[in-house]
Every structure is written in structure tokens, then in C-alpha cells.
């Protein structure tokens, strides 16, 4: 699913294997390096995406997924541990053949072509996630 080096005491460059789904990679190489708390940054190219928006009005998710070639111009996210599991928060930028971009909260999105990332982990501090009622959001929380 991916191949990876760490360069450092706390930081990792990922290279994703072509058509794999980056949640799912970036999900399993956080669990397999033992990665809760951290951040995550990237580029690639795409042959689909599902982005969501978040009305805050209305508190309802609207998902759309476009299903072209696009490059993935950044992505940007952090790791954090809600109820037990690695939980990822990952926002793309990608830019399509005509050069204008679309963006959002990343659903889901599958490579085609190739996917660096670079991880950083952030070793002993805890990141926990829980929902907000006035926001519907997964908010952080903190120890102290
Ligand atoms: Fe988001």
C-alpha cells in the first residue's frame, strides 16, 4: 500500500503505491508507526476525490466526488486518536485540466500517478478528538 522512510526522529516520507486510496494508506501507516498525534503534509495525483462541506448553518455534510484526472496541488492534515483509533483531518487543494481548483475536507481520494507525503510525529503529546454539539465537529481535545 505504501513504501516508507524515516528521516528523522520524528518525521517520515511516504511514498503511496499508484490507485490506492489515501485515507486508507495514510490510516494504516499511522496504526502500523504507532502515529496519534501529528500532522501530515503532501502532494500526489488523482483520478477521483470525494470532498465534503460542512453547512454550518444547518450542521449537514454535503459530499460531492469529481472523477477526473487532478493533481493534488496540497494536502494538508493532522493525526489525532478519537475513541480508541488513529483519526485523520485532511484538507485537499487539487487542480484540474483547465487549471482552476476545487478543495475541501477530504472523504476519500484515489492516486493515479503517485502520492508523497511527509508525516511528522509528535511522539509523546496526546491529541484526542470529541464531538461538539454547537458546531458538529469532531473538535480536539486536549490533556492540559
Ligand atoms: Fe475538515
Excluded at 63 to 74: C, L, R, S, V, W
Aim: proline share 1%.
Amino acid at each position: 500500500m505504501y513504501k516508507y522512510t524515516q528521516v528523522s526522529d520524528t518525521k517520515y516520507v511516504l511514498s503511496l503505491d499508484n490507485h490506492v486510496e489515501i485515507m486508507t494508506a495514510l490510516a494504516a501507516f499511522c496504526k502500523e508507526c504507532d502515529i496519534y498525534a501529528g500532522a501530515v503534509y503532501g502532494l500526489g495525483a488523482i483520478s477521483e476525490a470525494t470532498f465534503r462541506f460542512l453547512d454550518p448553518a444547518t450542521k449537514q455534510y454535503v459530499d460531492k466526488t469529481f472523477a477526473e484526472q487532478m493533481e493534488i496541488t496540497n494536502l494538508t492534515g493532522n493525526i489525532s486518536l478519537k475513541d480508541g483509533e488513529v483519526y485523520l483531518h485532511v484538507h485537499v487543494t487539487a487542480g484540474r485540466r483547465d487549471y482552476t481548483c476545487v478543495g475541501g475536507h477530504l472523504l476519500q481520494a484515489r492516486i493515479n500517478g503517485a502520492c508523497e507525503l511527509v508525516v511528522e510525529n509528535f511522539e509523546d503529546g496526546f491529541l484526542g478528538r470529541r464531538f461538539d454539539e454547537e458546531t458538529g465537529l469532531n473538535l480536539y481535545e486536549f490533556k492540559n
